[in-house]
């Protein structure tokens, strides 16, 4: 029963999955705030609440019958951390974060609309998943469990941050509204190389380079988006107080 559950939410995973890798690049790559932005960029956010979602479900039947549904280890503890519990926490990360993007530009102009039951628990819910991960990364001395966890405990501590935040600086939405969505870009992409990886390439499976190559990619994206959405702000300042 769990390994056809897991089989058929592998299949939906892929497909949901697919959509947001290929979907991602038109608000990335396009003008920003236009018609093809805002329409694809709404198709990449909800598909990855949905891919996110299932992925839930994948990393539960993995805790529950490790070796029922993955065939090439028999290293049940393995399983259980890296597809298990570390799927959790990245499954649950990526639907935080593309839900914070959209809240960012929805809420842009009632910040305090942020401060919701839903975007708060997906925040606590993120950094509990994510000091999981390393816990567990911890028993099985396994590196790259702890290192990506620090992932989503600091994108937690951010998220909250800004949440709270009484009077935002001008436009600091934007900020926030990319890195949600880049973020979770950054996580459905690092899923499919690491974990696709297993099928493709199983050598290269648990390889740091893999799992690190997305992250350095987006948050060198989301820093230069960044500084240009301050500079901005700097000259539109500098302007008001000429």
């Given amino acids: 029963m769990v390994v056809h559950l897991f ?7 892929i497909i949901t999955g697919t959509v947001g890798l290929l979907c991602v690049w038109v608000p990335i790559l396009g003008r ?3 018609r093809l932005h805002k329409l694809w960029g709404k198709v990449f956010a909800y598909s990855m609440l949905i891919t996110g979602s299932i992925a839930i479900g994948i990393s539960l039947c993995t805790l529950h019958s490790p070796l029922e549904t993955h065939l090439f280890s028999d290293d049940a503890a393995m399983i259980r951390g890296v597809f298990g519990w570390m799927m959790l926490y990245l499954a649950t990360m990526t639907i935080m974060l593309a839900w914070y993007g959209l809240l960012c530009i929805r809420n842009r102009q009632s910040h305090a609309r942020n401060r919701n039951p839903v975007n708060l ?3 606590l819910l993120t950094f509990i998943a994510a000091a999981n991960c390393a816990y567990q990364g911890i028993l099985l001395k396994n590196g790259l469990m702890i290192g990506i966890s620090t992932v989503g405990l600091t994108a937690a501590v951010l998220n909250t941050h800004f949440i709270f935040r009484e ?3 001008f436009n600091e939405w934007l900020i926030q509204h990319s890195r949600g969505l880049v973020g979770a870009g950054i996580s459905v992409y690092t899923a499919f190389l690491a974990f696709g990886a ?3 390439l199983p050598k290269y499976a648990l390889n740091p380079v893999l799992w690190a190559t997305p992250t350095t990619l987006g948050v060198a994206y989301l820093l230069y988006h960044q500084a240009k959405i301050t500079s901005q702000r700097r000259r539109l300042e500098a302007r008001q107080g000429a």
């Fill in 7 to 13: 089989e058929a939410l592998i299949v939906a995973h």
């Fill in 32 to 34: 920003k705030g236009s």
């Fill in 121 to 123: 628990t997906l925040q």
């Fill in 167 to 169: 009077s935002p600086p």
């Fill in 198 to 200: 297993v099928n493709l």
